[in-house]
């Protein structure tokens, strides 16, 4: 018989392996073997490693079963370590699963352990039991922005946002179903460096990481999702996929157009317009920069048509156009034709350059007159000579200037040298060419003998930058700096940040005579998808309107020739 001592360090044995058996689920076919906390490895504790067999139960709290979607589901659990989340991939899931797996169900597990993309999930499911009660599991409420550390706490948890967020970035709607998401709109920080951000992004994903949605998630009536929309009741599972915490919305999220499309632009009347457009890439060689085939050339025809229609302007400053004679003579043939207003292409034999684009100057010969040929800046620290011309109204008054430039861009920066280090690789370049244009706004007004000036271009800096301020220091005013408060100041979207590249600078003796400065924001605000280009776009969803006719939006200028 054994003896009291055997029988007390049996028991005390078993009691310790009893205890390190999760308890089973309350009414689940048998007991689990192990909680989500101990698959995914919470606190100091690490995550199983994969390939273990394990039972395990939680509540559904998110479905996104298919292949077109996440091709699993969420399961939920409470822990000694707190609420726990759990992806199950279960790509062999049946119509008989997707009917008995549905939000608030409690359920139980045959899965092995997996890693997918960093993730701790549960794969190869062999069983799947339905527990006899169902056990609905309430969102949990947090507050927009959460730090790194919430934020890997609460990962895998349905989680609810009561308060609204802003749409700061779409460009990634049409190829993955997503939108990038702030407490408010959020602006490049050498734009407005005196309004400080908090930079925190939540990608509002579409339950999918397929590219290319069949339909795109999160569109109004228009068919676009502008930046600038606000996105209220916003309830999913959080994820971390792709370098970006990611919500999968499990209701569908509400949204309100605090950010319509504008109002077509007002005549300018009596006052003269000057308008500056990037029209990206405007090429009649097809297959190169512009557009691929003569049918997107056709699109990006009529959308640049009905821009310009829209624009009303006299003089137009045009950005990106095929360095070409051919092209710029195109574009203002088609342009004339379909808006049924006539422009002319300032004269003269000025440099264009050797790059691939150059900059123009076209006007309505009925509203202005071009009292001048071409001015060039042949400096060679310009990959693409800035361009002036001096014009008058028809109706008399005093003999002003426009320049236009396009400054080098932010791209394509060098392994060392002019590198980033703050405003974007080629600064030093820019503010150069800077420098440069000041000394050829001097040589203008000298040359013409008239010191009203108007800089008007895209010069690929934001509002705050060095080469802006190389500008502006001369004495230079800058319009949208002026007239404008931060949150209006943008005229491009890049990477879910706003900002204004494109400029409009008078000199001291043009300044008083600005009656109106009107960004029109038809471009930077829209979905890429909605462009004339590219298998994102497609004739279905071609409209022939000014919204997204480009990357860049238009600024307009007009003046009172009386008032200078």
Not at 393 to 410: N, W, Y
Not at 502 to 528: R, T, V
């Amino acid at each position: 018989m054994p003896n009291s001592r055997f029988l007390t360090a049996f028991a005390g044995g078993l009691l310790a392996l009893l205890l390190a058996i999760p308890p089973a689920a309350a009414s689940c076919p048998e007991p689990s073997t192990t909680d989500l906390a101990a698959i995914k490895g919470v606190g100091d504790t690490p995550a199983l490693p994969e390939g273990q067999a394990v039972v395990a139960d939680g509540v559904v709290t998110g479905v996104f079963l298919g292949r077109d979607r996440l091709n699993g589901v969420y399961l939920q659990q409470s822990t000694e370590h707190g609420p726990v989340g759990l992806f199950v991939y279960m790509p062999a899931a049946t119509a008989s699963d997707a009917e008995r797996l549905v939000p608030g169900k409690h359920v139980q597990l045959n899965a092995s352990t997996g890693e997918h993309r960093g993730q701790i999930q549960l794969q190869r499911v062999e069983r799947v039991e339905i527990c006899a009660r169902d056990r609905p599991t309430a969102p949990k409420e947090v507050e927009w922005p959460l730090d790194e550390e919430a934020l890997s706490r609460l990962e895998g948890l349905l989680l609810a946002f009561p308060q609204p967020l802003t749409v700061t970035g779409n460009y990634e709607l049409a190829r993955y179903g997503s939108l990038k998401l702030a407490g408010e709109r959020l602006f490049r920080p050498t734009n407005t460096p005196d309004k400080p951000q908090e930079r925190a992004v939540l990608m509002l994903d579409d339950g999918s990481y397929r590219t290319f949605p069949n339909l795109i998630p999160y569109l109004n009536d228009e068919g676009t999702r502008r930046v600038g929309s606000r996105v209220e009741g916003l309830t999913g599972v959080l994820a971390h996929a792709f370098d970006a915490w990611r919500l999968h919305p499990t209701e569908t999220p509400r949204f309100a157009d605090t950010n319509p499309r504008p109002a077509p632009l007002p005549a300018p009347g009596e006052r003269l317009r000057v308008a500056t457009f990037n029209v990206e890439n405007y090429f009649i060689t097809l297959g190169q920069r512009g557009a691929a085939d003569a049918a997107e050339l056709e699109r990006q025809r009529a959308k640049l048509a009905a821009a310009v229609a829209g624009l009303k302007a006299d003089i137009l400053a045009l950005v990106e156009v095929e360095n070409d004679p051919g092209a710029l003579a195109d574009l203002v043939e088609q342009l004339s034709a379909r808006t049924g207003v006539r422009y002319r292409a300032v004269g003269g034999r000025a440099d264009r350059g050797a790059d691939a684009i150059k900059v123009a100057l076209i006007y309505r010969p009925d509203r202005v007159e071009a009292v001048s040929e071409l001015h060039a800046d042949n400096d060679r620290v310009h990959h693409r000579p800035p361009l002036a011309a001096f014009f008058r109204s028809r109706e008399g008054g005093p003999v002003f200037g426009v320049v236009t430039a396009h400054f080098k861009s932010k791209t394509g920066c060098p392994p060392r040298g002019d590198i980033d280090r703050g405003q974007g690789c080629w600064n030093e370049r820019r503010v150069a060419q800077a420098r440069a244009m000041n000394a050829f706004l001097e040589r203008l007004a000298a040359a013409e003998g008239h010191e009203r000036l108007l800089l008007i271009g895209d010069l690929n800096a934001y509002g705050t930058e060095d080469p802006i301020r190389t500008l502006t220091d001369t004495g230079l005013v800058d319009l949208i700096a002026r007239e404008l408060p931060p949150e209006q100041r943008y005229t491009y979207v890049f990477r879910g940040e706003s900002g204004y590249l494109d400029h409009a600078l008078a000199s001291p003796a043009l300044a008083p005579g600005m009656a109106q400065l009107l960004p029109w924001p038809i471009n930077a605000d829209e979905p890429p998808f909605l462009g004339y280009d590219g298998p994102e776009s497609g004739v279905s969803r071609f409209h022939p309107d000014p919204f997204r006719s480009s990357d860049h939006d238009p600024v307009v200028v007009d003046l009172a020739p009386e008032a200078m």
